[in-house]
């Protein structure tokens, strides 16, 4: 890279004023021999060469060479010259792990890597710093700052409370926001998986190799009668440990079960609970991380679907219910049910429930694919329609296609209002093997599945932490201020508001433990675990720092545009040529 | 004498023919060889009073008159003169600076000032002032006579004169053609001049770029008489300068003519050879017109 460039090498032409100059200055200043008569009454005019006066013989040229300065750098400035110069520093991305395992011993990876960032702070200072938190998603931290104490009260917000750090996708999101120029720096408590050769790369670990139990899985199924318990209890440590697990229901310690965990090892354990029991706290006793120590499980049993089916042909309505039957919690019911499954044409259901339209077709041709299927679509989930024969039509079927074999649709959605939609499913039943194959009764679970999430209530009731919960509101939660809320009672007690748009809400999960969502008078119990066998094994966390900046590096060599530089010393040069030349004419 | 020298004297004699010295006058004890001039002399012959002036003699202050008009008043005498010029040409190169007509002024001059002495019935002898004052041509030889070689001297007039004075008649009228460019004492050399003379008339000659000179910028000056050069930046102030010290020049010429009763004409080169008219000594009464 040149160390000066210059972008208008047309300007150089501008030189041709300096002999002119010379040639003016030659022409006006050179001496011009006049014999006089006698030197007498030249006596009193001071002699150019005498002592004492050097200053007027000197000042002519000076004007002369501020002249030829005042060229000099006009052509300067006309070239647009550019030098390649330490600019200012670099600005500075740091990625901070955010996760919970930064919060391992005494003091925490955390507090001693925000220790180490500040000295840093005091010892560089960057064009600008801005904090990339690394949970399961990239998210920056406020916008990009230059005061040290900016930093510190953004630091507030790094709370090591994500279930996971995805590191390598902050990484990706540093660089393209930061592009080269950018000096990046991991402040994590792992050392990097494969070491970064990049020059403007610093990964700092403050990590330490700790024991650790945890509860690395815990599931509820719930009956009737009882709930069904499966807990996985992990010894991340090198050593044998023994622990205690401890079922609490309310105040009641249910069951208390000692464990020895070889290294490495980790145990299923099943147990039953009364179903009366809302909540079931499962823990462990405290260690290096105390997160993965406790579990809450809820009891939640799944709501029952409704379904009608109206199908003429007996095969096909067999095939219908022995699918829907399979995909459980479903019941056969004609009096207001979630989803009408018929072939007549002509049958208008309620406003809540599902219509899906069975559009059976005399003559057509079979297709064997290959089929087209929208898989972002819930009823497309798990369907591959492999060796399917399909027996169908070429004219057009209403709807959003989302099956379709060639450009023809098979299967269509058409949504009326929010809560009601129309299915509408053509096939020859005499040409098609679909309800003979595996993907029928896939289909069918997805439309149960599907059907059932659009209940009001949580979409889950064991969420993980950091998840967004999705809440659906029922369809009378409108408040008298026009807007729809879900409120959210914390486990740590504190209650907020979220506002429903499209019946629907979202809650973000930040704290470990039960939470409870209320809309009007319904309450639903949602409990948020701590379970990632990677953020529990703290046996790969280490110290060090990995890559070197050098001051070079921290220096952003960039290219300044020297053009005001030029002009402004040109304007001196007047200005200066203005001042000799009036103080010349003054003095003479 | 180179022809154009010549040309010039022949024009200048030309010219001096038709002018007369007028300052001479017969005696009025009607000897022939025995003229007066309008300048107060120091014969017996009283001629008037006038006001006293710097450098008058103190021995002819008229007590009693001054006592009696309450002014200072001296006695002027007539000048008994001698009939005869002696005129004095400095010949130094600065007499013929490149570029002004101030060589043929001066040689016209004295060729035209000595017609008008031959011609007022005067005997005149020409002197040409180089590094030594050497006669011209003969007592009373026409100008057309002289053998005149140029403005050569290098040395100044003033020095030749106070140190090698030559043998002047008494009582004679002495003029001197100079540029009177000298840097010696003027009473010194007019004293020298006017020692035993009836009259000196000195006439300067000088360029009009003497008087005025119309120099800007940076100039390289040459003394066209020593050759020394003095590089100055010459600019109004430097010109106001110039012009003060030819001032200063003058007026001490000038006092100094007033000191020894010598007459003082300035002659500006390119203003005679214009129309060959002596205006300067015709309004001085040096010479007026012939009426023969």
């Known amino acids: 890279m040149p160390w000066l460039v210059w972008t208008a090498p047309w300007a150089l032409l501008g030189l041709v004023a300096v002999p002119v100059l010379v040639a003016i200055y030659w022409l006006r200043f050179r001496y011009r021999p006049v014999p006089v008569s006698t030197l007498l009454f030249w006596r009193d005019v001071p002699e150019l060469r005498e002592a004492g006066i050097r200053w007027e013989r000197l000042h002519l040229p000076l004007l002369f060479f501020l002249e030829l300065l005042v060229i000099l750098l006009l052509v300067g400035a006309a070239l647009g010259l550019h030098v390649l110069m330490p600019d200012r520093s670099r600005p500075l991305i740091v990625i901070l792990d955010d996760s919970l395992s930064m919060q391992a011993g005494q003091p925490s990876a955390r507090q001693q890597a925000e220790q180490a960032l500040r000295e840093l702070l005091r010892q560089h200072r960057f064009a600008a710093v801005r904090l990339l938190l690394a949970g399961p998603t990239p998210q920056w931290l406020g916008h990009a700052v230059q005061d040290v104490r900016e930093v510190e009260s953004l630091l507030r917000h790094w709370q090591c409370l994500e279930p996971t750090a995805a590191l390598d996708r902050a990484l990706a999101t540093a660089r393209e926001w930061g592009g080269r120029e950018a000096l990046l720096l991991v402040l994590t408590d792992a050392p990097p998986e494969v070491a970064d050769a990049q020059a403007s790369f610093q990964w700092w670990a403050f990590g330490s190799a700790q024991t650790n139990l945890a509860i690395t899985h815990a599931v509820r199924t719930a009956t009737p009668e009882r709930d069904r318990m ?252 026009g807007e729809s809320f879900v409120r959210c ?100 | ?172 009228v002495r003029v001197l053609l100079s540029d009177l460019f000298w840097p010696e004492d003027p009473v010194a050399v007019l004293a020298q001049l006017s020692w035993q003379a009836a009259w000196v008339v000195i006439v300067q000659v000088v360029a009009r770029a003497d008087v005025a000179p119309s120099l800007r910028g940076q100039v390289r000056l040459v003394d066209v008489e020593t050759g020394r050069v003095r590089e100055v930046l010459v600019n109004e102030a430097m010109l106001r300068r110039y012009r003060d010290a030819w001032t200063q020049h003058q007026e001490q010429w000038q006092r100094a003519c007033r000191q020894v009763g010598a007459s003082f004409v300035q002659v500006v080169a390119e203003e005679f050879i214009r129309d060959w008219t002596p205006w300067p000594l015709l309004h001085s009464e040096v010479l007026q017109p012939s009426y023969d």
């Open chain 2, 1 to 172: 004498m180179r022809v154009a020298w010549s040309a010039i004297v022949q024009r200048g004699e030309q010219e001096g023919c038709r002018y007369r010295w007028r300052l001479l006058r017969r005696s009025p004890a009607g000897q022939s060889d025995r003229y007066l001039t309008s300048a107060p002399g120091s014969s017996l012959e009283f001629r008037e009073h006038r006001d006293y002036q710097p450098g008058d003699d103190l021995r002819y202050l008229d007590w009693n008159a001054s006592a009696r008009s309450d002014r200072l008043l001296v006695k002027v005498f007539e000048q008994e003169v001698h009939p005869q010029l002696e005129l004095v040409l400095d010949a130094s190169r600065s007499m013929d600076l490149a570029g002004s007509e101030k060589g043929p002024a001066a040689l016209g001059l004295a060729s035209l000032l000595a017609a008008a002495a031959l011609a007022s019935g005067f005997a005149c002898r020409a002197w040409i002032l180089r590094e030594t004052c050497q006669p011209l041509g003969s007592l009373s030889a026409s100008p057309s006579e002289w053998v005149f070689e140029g403005f050569t001297g290098r040395v100044s007039g003033a020095q030749v004169l106070l140190h090698e004075a030559p043998p002047w008649r008494p009582r004679s």
């Open chain 1, 489 to 588: 009672r914390f486990p740590d007690g504190r209650e907020e508001r979220f506002v429903v748009r499209n019946r629907q809400a979202f809650v973000p999960l930040r704290q470990l433990g039960v939470h409870e969502i209320l809309v009007g008078e319904q309450t639903w119990l949602v409990a948020v675990n701590m379970s990632n066998r990677a953020e529990s094994d703290l046996r790969s966390r280490a110290s060090g720092r990995w890559g070197q900046w050098h001051n070079e590096e921290i220096l952003r060599q960039d290219y300044r545009d020297l053009t005001w530089v030029f002009l402004l010393a040109a304007l001196a040069v007047l200005l200066l040529h203005g001042w000799l030349a009036h103080r010349s004419g003054s003095s003479s």
């Open chain 1, 230 to 481: 499966v807990l996985e209890v992990a010894n991340f440590s090198t050593e044998t440990q023994s622990t205690t697990l401890s079922l609490r229901w309310a105040d009641n310690v249910l069951q208390s079960t000692p464990l020895t965990l070889l290294p490495g090892e980790s145990q299923t354990l099943h147990y039953t609970v009364p179903a009366q029991a809302s909540v079931i706290e499962a823990s462990l006793p405290q260690d290096a991380l105390e997160w993965d120590n406790r579990v809450w499980l809820v009891h939640h049993t799944k709501p029952t679907v409704r379904v009608h089916v109206e199908v003429s042909q007996a095969r096909l309505r067999s095939a219908l219910e022995k699918a829907l039957q399979a995909a459980g919690q479903t019941v056969f019911d004609r009096s207001e049910p979630h989803v009408l499954i018929t072939d007549n044409p002509a049958r208008r259901p309620t406003e809540t429930t599902w219509l899906v339209q069975l559009v059976l077709e005399k003559e057509g041709e079979a297709f064997t694919g290959p089929f087209l299927l929208d898989q972002q679509h819930p009823l497309c989930e798990g369907l591959s329609l492999l060796d399917v024969i399909w027996g169908s039509r070429r004219d057009r079927l209403e709807g959003i296609p989302i099956i379709t074999v060639a450009d023809i649709p098979l299967v269509t959605e058409t949504v009326h209002g929010w809560e009601r939609r129309h299915l509408r499913l053509r096939l020859i039943p005499e040409l098609t093997t679909w309800p003979r194959s595996p993907d029928w009764p896939i289909f069918w679970a997805n439309l149960v599945h599907w059907r059932r999430s659009e209940f009001p209530g949580p979409a889950t009731v064991h969420a993980r932490l950091g998840d967004v919960l999705r809440m659906r509101s029922g369809r009378h939660t409108d408040t008298s201020s």
